[in-house]
T-cell receptor, first 116, second 111 residues
Framework: GNSVTQMEGPVTLSEEAFLTINCTYT??????LFWYVQYPGEGLQLLLK?????DKGSNKGFEATYRKETTSFHLEKGSVQVSDSAVYFCALTGNAGGTSYGKLTFGQGTILTVHP | EPEVTQTPSHQVTQMGQEVILRCVPISNHLYFYWYRQILGQKVEFLVSFYNNEISEKSEIFDDQFSVERPDGSNFTLKIRSTKLEDSAMYFC?????????FGPGTRLTVT
């Protein structure tokens, strides 16, 4: 079945540092890939997505590139802010083409804390 | 901006009791889901619902669980006889073709 593996957390950074959170996946076919973020006390929010190989998703300074050859979708940001402190989840659906009406399979989540 | 809402935010119940977790999805969405997250573990899919029936369910979603969309706006998850291991955060989500929107979750504590 499908699975997602994220780097172990928590991750603690100083403001303006570079962020990478690794994510690799196992899936049959051509999944769509997502990063969700959960701020304290809130639900999961879609941060970015990519629907086919070599696509780059981006939002709010975060980026991730769908690498089929390495089955990876690593999240990066060049300069983190205190307000980026949250839990980040990598996820996939088995539906190709960008649709998101199938079940999501999540990684275990990575807690990011950014200090001033 | 439309959002998914869930009630209650926290539910404490005794083992063996029935609980109903409630969700109000975004009004024009067609797909509905429940997920759960046991403390410190992954968010896990429970069930998806489309066109008034279950479209997919996980092995977690056994006979103790049921879902219903009783009135065209609410979407509920019922656990008939709660166990200690049902203690978790339960998330409802709804989707259009592009994105699943999640509610803030209900924290269920079974004592």
């Amino acid at each position: 079945g499908n699975s997602v593996t994220q780097m172990e957390g928590p991750v603690t950074l100083s403001e303006e540092a570079f962020l990478t959170i690794n994510c690799t996946y196992t899936a049959t076919g051509y999944p769509s890939l997502f990063w969700y973020v959960q701020y304290p006390g809130e639900g999961l929010q879609l941060l970015l997505k990519a629907t086919k190989a070599d696509d780059k998703g981006s939002n709010k300074g975060f980026e991730a590139t769908y690498r089929k050859e390495t089955t990876s979708f690593h999240l990066e940001k060049g300069s983190v802010q205190v307000s980026d402190s949250a839990v980040y989840f990598c996820a996939l659906t088995g539906n190709a083409g960008g649709t998101s009406y199938g079940k999501l399979t999540f990684g275990q989540g990575t807690i990011l804390t950014v200090h001033p | 901006e439309p959002e998914v809402t869930q009630t209650p935010s926290h539910q404490v119940t005794q083992m063996g009791q029935e609980v109903i977790l409630r969700c109000v999805p975004i009004s024009n969405h067609l797909y509905f889901y429940w997920y759960r997250q046991i403390l410190g573990q992954k968010v896990e899919f429970l069930v998806s619902f489309y066109n008034n029936e279950i479209s997919e369910k996980s092995e977690i979603f056994d006979d103790q669980f049921s879902v219903e969309r009783p009135d065209g706006s609410n979407f509920t998850l019922k656990i008939r006889s709660t166990k200690l291991e049902d203690s978790a955060m339960y998330f409802c989500a709804s989707s259009d073709w592009n994105e699943q929107y999640f509610g803030p979750g209900t924290r269920l504590t079974v004592t």
